[in-house]
């Protein structure tokens, strides 16, 4: 199976900041990749899919990019609302692999 | 409005078993391929299962094959998970979810607990 992995763990940034998280396959999954933004208590809401397509309703400071085996989530103007755990996910094919998560926190 | 409503979890003692439901609204359930997803206490997202839209595949975590049953009900719109051998990692929230986009919908959650 595709191992799915993230980078920062953990990322501590202010408002106004610029963030990128990045997300690597171990295979490729062509762009087949979604990212999801988790609050505590809450169920997931998909953000991006496709690698670069915007939920809608989603803000556009939310963008993906990359193909293949690399991938990034950008939040371009850190919002207070946005302080969360965020994570990929491959579907490609079953089984539906999510990365392990990266939480952003108030610096 | 789409709508994903859990239910059936619970306490439930190692080696037990448990069925969970999600009942489905707002959109085609017959032609929507569907997933469990769960959430142990403090740790990430784990896909669990999933159901094809036909409905004739399933396929598993290795950490649920040969304990896990995904199944559906057309006529009442809902999907079921069937829990056997339960142990305590499988302790968490679970989540039934449609599969369009990654995952677009998710109910809000069925916590199960295994323990003695």
């Known amino acids: 199976d595709i191992q799915m992995t993230q980078s920062p763990s953990t990322l501590s940034a202010s408002v106004g900041d610029r963030v990128t998280i990045t997300c690597r396959a171990s295979?490729?999954?062509?762009?087949?990749l979604a990212w999801y933004q988790q609050k505590p208590g809450k169920a997931p809401k998909l953000l991006i899919y496709k690698a670069s397509s915007l939920e809608s309703g989603v803000p556009s400071r939310f963008s993906g990019s990359g193909s293949g085996t690399e991938f990034t989530l950008t939040i371009s103007s850190l919002q207070p609302g946005d302080f969360a755990t965020y994570y990929c996910q491959k579907y490609n094919s079953y089984p539906f692999t999510f990365g392990p998560g990266t939480k952003v926190d108030i610096k | 409005e789409v709508q994903l409503l859990e239910s059936g979890g619970g306490l439930v003692q190692p080696g037990g078993s448990l069925r969970l439901s999600c009942a489905a609204s707002g959109f085609t359930f017959s032609s929507s391929a569907m997933s469990w997803v769960r959430q142990a206490p403090g740790k990430g997202l784990e896909w669990v299962s999933g159901l094809s839209v036909s409905g004739d595949r399933t396929y598993y975590a290795d950490a649920v094959k040969g304990r896990f049953t995904i199944s559906r009900d057309i006529s009442k719109n809902t999907l079921f998970l069937q829990m056997s051998s339960l142990r305590a990692d499988d302790t968490a929230i679970y989540y039934c979810?449609?599969?369009?986009?990654?995952?677009?919908?998710w109910g809000q959650g069925t916590l199960v607990t295994v323990s003695s």
């Open positions: 295979q490729s999954i062509s762009s087949w």
């Open positions: 979810a449609r599969d369009l986009k990654g995952t677009d919908y």
